[in-house]
């Protein structure tokens, strides 16, 4: 993976910027010894490492203004970070930059549940929001499979879904205000708690643009009441294919599951040995979850078995009380530690229509026997959202080459079929020279301006989401300031 060399004139600087930060700092969230900031070589695609020069982490907005303040004067890189949990190498530093941390900011700062939201500092973890309101009988929808840790300052970056997002929507459709620094130390509120925020939908920009525009350092997020309750059903099947003819058919015909979650044999197999979920060790497992009254949740399940059963399922199971269901979830909750109990696996993400899942699945495991690597598939069926786990060997040279080649494979698959590069997790560094497979130049150049108007001289985020050779120009008369 390429990435611009680090600005010598920076690194020269060290100590000035050390001492500058410590003005407006105090000392235990300013981290600038080399042991230390080891800490944040990576995030979750943690075959790029890079140490930044420093790492920071404030607990209030204002530092975060005098941190960005500070680091553009100095034409010093930002790479903003939740909890590290990017899958996209969204959060990876360059060797100039200050990671700016936001976890020490994880306060609930409003409850309101007449009209129904929730404030808290960016920090906060996904799960700690719902941990907040759940007593009262609600609920925040968006739910990454990582939500135990990440930040919903990631998610409103990499505007995250999850496999409930299927009925809710994603992080975008959830989000209504946030709090936000620029590159210039302005603090801005765009959206409050309310529908449709007036004047340009600047909410839209920030949520989904990875830390290239600025920090999101407060956000107010729609709450739901709880469904009165919920059920997963398992589904198995002897081909990946008939288990995507299914999920197809079953959106077909106009049933909204709040969930439809998808495993290949593979994902099974460790899940299996790693959680022991008592999976069926079939093929290709569905597992489709229904929610509202015991009625509604009848009368949907009906529809979805009777569309399955059309498609010879080696099992069905129902989820008869919560502690099944606990243990129906608790495999597909598990499935990527479980595989990286294999091997070291890069998880992709892409998207693509419904109805090309039965192709898409039958060409991957031609791409899989082709490149010699195996794939897993565990991934949000029900809105097309792909995750393939490459299985590789990073001891074994050349393999995490030929993994990312695999990788960018399946990717230009995803475009090819009428999908596109990511769903939830980003472009990030992993899927930065691939923009070129899913956008015109003009595209991208339209793309690239708004990131000037936040970013004049390109220091937030360096050398993620726009390819290298198109940002070229951009960064070369930013580094020349440096
Ligand atoms: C096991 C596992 C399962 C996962 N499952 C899912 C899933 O189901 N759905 C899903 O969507 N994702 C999933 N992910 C990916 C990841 O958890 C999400 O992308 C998440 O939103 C990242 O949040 P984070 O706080 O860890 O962000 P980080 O990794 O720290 O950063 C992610 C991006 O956000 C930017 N950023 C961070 N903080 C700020 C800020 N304050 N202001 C502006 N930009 C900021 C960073 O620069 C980076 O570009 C999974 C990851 C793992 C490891």
Redesign the pocket.
């Known amino acids: 993976m390429e990435m611009p060399t680090p600005s010598q004139n920076v690194l020269n600087r060290k100590p000035e910027l050390v001492k500058r930060l410590l003005s407006v700092l105090p000392r235990d969230a300013v981290i600038d010894h080399e042991a230390e900031t080891k800490a944040y070589e990576c ?2 695609l943690s075959a790029y490492r890079c140490p930044p020069l420093a790492a920071v982490l404030p607990r209030t907005t204002e530092e ?1 203004s005098a941190i960005l303040k500070i680091c553009n004067e100095m034409q010093v890189p930002v ?13 990876l530093p360059t060797a100039d930059s200050v990671i ?4 020490r ?1 994880n306060a609930v700062l409003e409850t309101n549940y007449p009209d129904r939201y929730i404030k808290v500092q ?2 906060r ?2 799960l700690s929001v719902t941990g907040a309101v759940e007593v009262d009988g609600f609920f925040y929808a ?6 135990l ?15 409930h ?1 299927l009925k809710y929507g ?2 975008s459709n959830n989000l209504l205000g946030v709090k ?1 620094v620029t590159m210039q130390g302005d603090i801005i509120e765009i959206g409050g708690p309310y529908l449709d925020a007036e004047g340009l939908d600047l909410l839209g920009l ?1 949520c989904g ?9 407060e956000a107010t997020l729609r709450i739901l009441p709880k469904p009165e309750g919920a059920l997963p059903v398992l589904i198995g099947f002897d081909k990946n294919e008939t288990a995507g003819a299914c999920v197809a058919d079953i959106v077909k015909a106009g049933v909204l599951p709040v969930a439809i979650e998808f495993m290949d044999s593979p994902c099974i197999k460790a899940t299996e040995a790693f959680a022991g979920a008592g999976y069926p060790l079939c093929e290709a497992l569905l597992i489709i979850e229904v929610e509202g009254s015991k009625a509604e949740i009848d009368e949907q399940l009906e529809k979805i078995i009777t569309i399955a059963r059309k498609h010879d399922p080696v099992e069905l199971r129902e989820a008869k009380d919560e502690d099944e269901a606990n243990r129906i979830w608790l495999g597909r909750k598990s499935a ?2 479980a595989m ?1 109990q294999l091997n070291d696996y890069m ?1 992709l ?1 892409g998207t693509i229509p419904v109805t090309q899942l039965p192709y898409v699945l039958r060409r991957m495991n031609e791409l899989s026997e082709e490149f010699g690597l195996k794939v897993g598939n565990v991934f ?1 069926a029900g809105d097309g ?1 792909l ?1 393939p786990l490459i299985l590789y060997d990073a001891n074994k040279p050349g393999d995490l080459q030929t993994c990312e080649a695999f990788g960018a494979e399946i990717l230009k698959l995803c475009v090819e079929v009428g999908g596109c590069l990511t ?4 472009v ?1 560094i992993e899927k930065r020279d691939l923009m070129h497979v899913q956008f015109e130049p003009v595209d991208l150049e339209a793309q690239m301006q708004i990131k000037d108007v936040f970013d004049p001289n390109w220091l ?2 360096p050398a ?2 726009f390819p290298l050779s198109s940002s070229a120009d951009r960064r070369n008369a930013s580094s020349a300031m440096g």
Not at 142 to 147: F, N
Not at 423 to 426: A, L, P, R, S, V
């Open positions: 995030d979750a975060i790479v903003p970070r939740g909890s590290g949990t990017s899958l996209s190498g969204g959060a700016l941390g936001v976890a900011m960016s920090g973890t996904n968006p739910d990454p499979s990582s939500q840790a990440c930040a919903i300052a990631g998610n409103i970056a990499m505007n995250s879904g999850g496999a997002c994603v992080t936000f920030i643009s990875e830390g290239q525009l600025g920090i999101v350092t990527f530690g990286g998880c993400d949000h959202n995750h769903g939830e997790h980003g990030g937030m985020n993620k989401v």
